[in-house]
């Protein structure tokens, strides 16, 4: 067995002299590379950032980012970061960045458009993206969805068709429910209830568009319920004594 075992290791005075010269050199080395990157700030600032498309973001919380960012200097900014952090913005769907010579940055932002309210808590985007931005930022007058979450895209394909089949009456939908038994009820903006059921909605819909200037034509004020869950025809509720 070797005597010296679990003896400590004595490094040579040549090897700790030698780690400490490279230590010295990494301290430099870095010292040097802030001092580059401090003057490269300096001489190639930014001075001018353009931002496009910014409606409904929170301006102060965007120049709260981009001020830290751009002081770097033209040769620091990052745009794939700018980017990064700027699409974890609730409203951003999408963002182009880009650096101009020799002290311009141009920022362009994609917001989400919204389609409707969901379930008095986020708004739906356009593209079936449930979001919650800031509450005081919520336009007004979007249609209110109603509906299991998970089944948004699908609710908003079927919003899209039945305004379709709608236009000729220059009607829109105000209210879609989805229930969790899959029947479907909705309020248009004058004011009428459909109760629509499960089966056949386009086609039920499709039909009633036609017999609509029939049995409701201009008296739409004193409808109060339509139910079109019957094979062969509708029930009307009315709000009152009706005009012939």
Not at 5 to 18: A, C, D, M, R, V
Not at 106 to 121: L, S
Not at 126 to 132: C, I
Not at 137 to 155: E, H, S, W
Request: hydrophobic share 40%.
């Amino acid at each position: 067995m070797n005597g010296n075992e679990g003896q400590p290791i004595k490094l040579s005075p040549s090897f700790n002299q030698t780690c400490k010269i490279a230590l010295f050199g990494v301290i430099i080395l870095s010292t040097i590379f802030a001092l580059n990157q401090f003057k490269l700030s300096q001489y190639f600032p930014i001075n001018n950032v353009q931002v496009y498309g910014a409606n409904r973001l929170n301006h102060q919380e965007v120049q709260d980012l981009l001020i830290p960012i751009v002081k770097r200097g033209f040769f620091n900014v990052k745009v794939n970061y700018i980017r990064e952090r700027l699409l974890q913005m609730p409203w951003v769907s999408d963002i182009f960045v880009r650096k101009h010579w020799p002290d311009q940055v141009e920022i362009t932002v994609i917001e989400k458009k919204p389609m409707a309210y969901w379930n008095g808590e986020s708004l739906l985007s356009e593209a079936g993206q449930l979001f919650t931005p800031e509450v005081d930022t919520y336009p007004q007058g979007l249609p209110r969805f109603v509906g299991p979450n998970g089944k948004q895209i699908f609710m908003l394909e079927y919003f899209n068709e039945i305004n379709r089949l709608f236009a000729p009456l220059h009607v829109k939908i105000s209210y879609l429910e989805l229930t969790t038994f899959s029947t479907w009820r909705l309020m248009l903006d004058n004011g009428i209830t459909l109760q629509i059921g499960h089966k056949d909605i386009l086609t039920r819909l499709g039909h009633f568009v036609k017999v609509y200037p029939k049995i409701i034509g201009k008296r739409a004020d004193y409808v109060d319920y339509i139910d079109l869950r019957y094979p062969n025809g509708v029930a009307i509720r009315w709000k009152g004594p009706i005009q012939a």
